[in-house]
């Protein structure tokens, strides 16, 4: 499998190098150059097994420099189930699909819950794994020095990235937050984190600053210097990196065989999938299945008031020029969608020098247009913070199920889209958090009243709603915080550096 760089694709690498590079140099993502096809001998390889072996044979087709033992080892320990836990262990299909559950609401609509992993979003779906693909591929690669991650997050892939990579060995992590732009609950969980390869800082000001200090940190060929000095390299943890978004293809292909093996659709029948999206990795993910031959009809992809995908995937013309929305769901609050580049990439026959000039206009105008035949595939639906609200609370008391704020905007997405189309294909949708990680949020739509913080807001929804909530959550109540610096944008080289060379 030979990948190449969306802007040239003369840029060739093996997957090892596309790994551990994170993004190619030229600015463009590193992305396979054809997709492996699912064959009707795989799928049914695939059917007895339990999630980490499933796992280990589709990562196979991608992952080409890593042997089948390697990769069978990996998902093993990334999806044991004492990281992966239902803690009611249902309604997970057979008992060996370790802790990843799909759950049918309704003869249409099942639930593909990827929120069971240590951080309570899908996010460890791929941060769990990914640090044993990064370390490894450095071994291939011949690279001995230190790894250091640097991750701006909104939230929860900071919570994830450490989470992965706490005490592996030959990596460091540091994580910038945005001071003003988390809830209590996420800060809690960052400002905590055990291990003796991490750090964390906040950042004044909101995720863009974040973000802003972060690459320049990156690029910055002095820190890069100071790095070298003592043995250490940057890479990337955020979904431009390839190893972030092949595990994500797992769970839709798995996802599937689930429904098969319990009936709800017959082998080979077509389903609709519906993902809540933000930097568009996880639908991605789910258009890769699709173009392998997962039999997938439409793919919708829900947002919230920050819609420039809808207006994208429904006429396409791209264009950020906007303003920017905080919502209940601030994981999706997002205006420049990274992995839309590796669509355009496979939407246009693999012509690098067509991605090029529309990331160039991107860059430029903030705005692009491609042929809307090309997007036909797609449907877009996006709904505001009231319709988010009030989606909870229907999903809740018609039928019994809680959710939280992002997989709200897709189920209600799910639901539209049938409205308007009259298509009751059967639809897999994506449940990307646990309802208590955005407890506030959820406890307002469901009872009109308001907390008085995180932690009660926790205590009222479990009473409320009779769940337990999960317990890395509850547990953040009586834990030492270890990091309460606080930096400005461009601080950031500074603090990382510090954090980093102790
Ligand atoms: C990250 C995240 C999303 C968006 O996923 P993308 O891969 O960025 O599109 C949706 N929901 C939750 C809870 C998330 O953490």
Same mark, same amino acid.
């Given at each position: 499998m030979i990948y190449v760089s969306t802007r040239d694709r003369m840029r060739e690498v093996p997957s090892a190098r596309a790994i551990m590079d994170g993004i190619a140099p030229d600015g463009g993502l590193y992305t396979p150059a054809a997709l492996p096809t699912l064959t009707h001998a795989l799928m049914e390889e695939l059917k007895p097994l339990g999630y980490a072996g499933r796992a280990a044979k589709i990562l196979s087709l991608f992952l080409t420099d890593f042997t089948a033992e390697e990769l069978a080892e990996y998902t093993r320990a990334a999806y044991n189930p004492g990281k992966f836990a239902h803690p009611k262990g249902y309604p997970v299909s057979a008992p060996d699909v370790d802790g990843i559950a799909v759950r049918t609401l309704n003869k249409v609509e099942n639930m593909l819950e990827l929120y069971w992993g240590p951080t309570s979003a899908f996010k460890d779906m791929a941060l769990q794994l990914l640090p044993y693909l990064l370390t490894a591929s450095m071994k291939k690669c011949g690279e001995t020095r230190t790894v250091c991650i640097l991750v701006a997050t909104s939230g929860d892939t900071g919570k994830a990235a450490l989470e992965g990579f706490r005490d592996v060995p030959g990596t460091q992590i540091v994580v910038f937050y945005p001071r003003e732009g988390v809830s209590d609950v996420q800060r809690l969980q960052m400002v905590t984190q055990e291990g003796d390869n991490v750090g964390v800082c906040a950042v004044e000001g909101n995720f863009d600053d974040a973000q802003t200090g972060v690459k320049k940190t990156f690029g910055d060929p002095e820190v890069r210097a100071e790095l070298a000095r003592h043995g250490r390299l940057f890479s990337s943890a955020n979904s431009i990196n390839f190893g972030r978004l092949v595990p994500q293809i797992v769970y839709y292909i798995s996802g599937y065989l689930d429904l098969v093996r319990r009936g709800a659709i017959h082998d080979g029948e077509r389903i609709n999938i519906c993902v809540p999206t933000g930097n568009f990795g996880n639908i991605l993910a789910a258009v890769f299945a699709k173009h392998m @031959?997962?039999?997938? @009809?439409k793919l919708i992809c829900a947002s919230n008031a920050n819609n420039v995908l809808t207006d994208f995937l429904n006429t396409g013309v791209y264009d950020c020029n906007r303003p920017f929305h905080k919502t209940l769901s601030p994981s999706m609050d997002i205006l420049i969608s990274s992995n839309v580049e590796r669509l355009l990439y496979y939407i246009s026959g693999g012509d690098t020098a067509y991605v090029r000039e529309r990331m160039e206009s991107l860059k430029i105008t903030g705005r692009y247009e491609v042929n809307p035949e090309l997007l036909r595939e797609f449907t877009g639906i996006c709904c505001d913070d009231t319709v988010t609200r009030a989606t909870i609370r229907e999903v809740f008391e018609r039928d019994g199920y809680l959710i939280d704020p992002h997989t709200a905007v897709a189920v209600y997405a799910a639901r539209e889209y049938r409205k308007r189309t009259g298509d009751d294909t059967p639809q897999l949708i994506a449940s990307t958090a646990s309802a208590f990680k955005f407890c506030a949020g959820v406890l307002e739509a469901l009872t009109g009243h308001p907390a008085d913080n995180d932690f009660d807001a926790i205590d009222r929804l479990a009473e409320y709603t009779h769940e337990p909530s999960p317990a890395p959550l509850t547990g953040l109540r009586g834990k030492d915080i270890r990091f309460s610096g606080c930096t400005t944008k461009d601080g950031i080289s500074d603090a990382a550096l510090k954090l980093l060379i102790k």
């Open positions: @031959g997962l039999p997938v @009809g």
